[in-house]
């Protein structure tokens, strides 16, 4: 099918990670030119980007100058910007309930998700502000959708971008032109490097598997192509303010309780 993404200029930030990779892959073997950014992974992004004839870009997206840079530099680097996927953020390892969050984590877990999807929007709609058109795709999570107990902040920075900013960032594109659109993708449980590397139990996949109609963990290739699908302006015109969850049909989580017979 064609998406009409050949010759368009991508930037794809946390591009080196799991997710981000697969999507950077998918979008340069569309013909696309690929910006990859990283923050730490700078060995990783780099053989990315000769993989697929891309360029790396680093940046830290939790600093306004630094963040305020990364758009200029991706279009200084391919020669023009038409999609940003702003991909990004960091999952807290530790397995905490709310009552034991540390304020510290709290704000930390927001700055990395949240505040630094907000600085890339910020910056690639101020540079579409400028050239008339573009498309921003935002990936959340569907712990933003469900809650997700043990990483309240975790949700709670991704729920902010599945609502108020996304509503908020699709009206205002509006004041740009109708060539300006912004979507989100919201991956479930996902078979990244890192969750492979952590293992899944069968029991714990059976429990995280308990509400989808599909009863198998997504990849990262899955998220790819929904991005790549809502970025195109030739599959996807027509769609703006729009989530597509990624997630085999989940419906939501099992709750553990207290009582007799709980998990």
């Excluded at 712990?143 to 309240?152: P, S, T, Y």
């Amino acid at each position: 099918m064609e998406t009409g993404l050949a010759g368009k200029g991508v930037l794809v930030t946390g591009g080196a990670g799991g997710i981000g990779s697969a999507i950077a892959r998918a979008f340069a073997a569309e013909g696309a030119k690929v910006a990859i950014h990283y923050n730490t992974s700078q060995q990783a992004a780099e053989a990315l980007a000769a993989e697929v004839d891309g360029v790396a870009v680093g940046a830290d997206l939790r600093d306004e100058t630094a963040a305020d840079a990364l758009v200029p530099a991706a279009v200084a680097a391919l020669g023009r910007l038409d999609v940003c996927i702003a991909n990004a953020g960091k999952y807290p390892v530790e397995d905490l309930p709310l009552w034991e969050v540390s304020l510290e984590r709290w704000n930390g877990t927001l700055a990395t998700n949240l505040t630094s999807t907000f600085l890339t929007a910020r910056g690639f709609l101020k540079h579409a502000a400028v050239t008339g058109s573009g498309s921003l795709v935002m990936v959340a999570s569907t712990a933003g959708i469900f809650g997700e107990a043990g990483h309240a902040d975790y949700a709670t920075a991704k729920g902010g971008i599945l609502s108020g900013l996304l509503m908020s960032a699709k009206n205002e594109a509006s004041r740009i032109g109708p060539g300006v659109r912004v979507n989100v993708v919201a991956p479930g449980w996902t078979l990244t490097p890192n969750v492979e590397k952590r293992g899944l139990a069968d029991d714990h996949l059976a429990r995280v598997t308990a509400t989808m109609a599909l009863k198998k963990i997504g990849r990262p290739e899955d998220v790819a192509a929904q991005v790549m699908v809502l970025a195109s302006d030739k599959l996807s015109g027509h769609l703006t303010g729009s989530v597509v969850s990624v997630a085999g049909g989940m419906e939501g989580r099992l709750i553990p309780g207290s009582g007799a017979g709980s998990e």
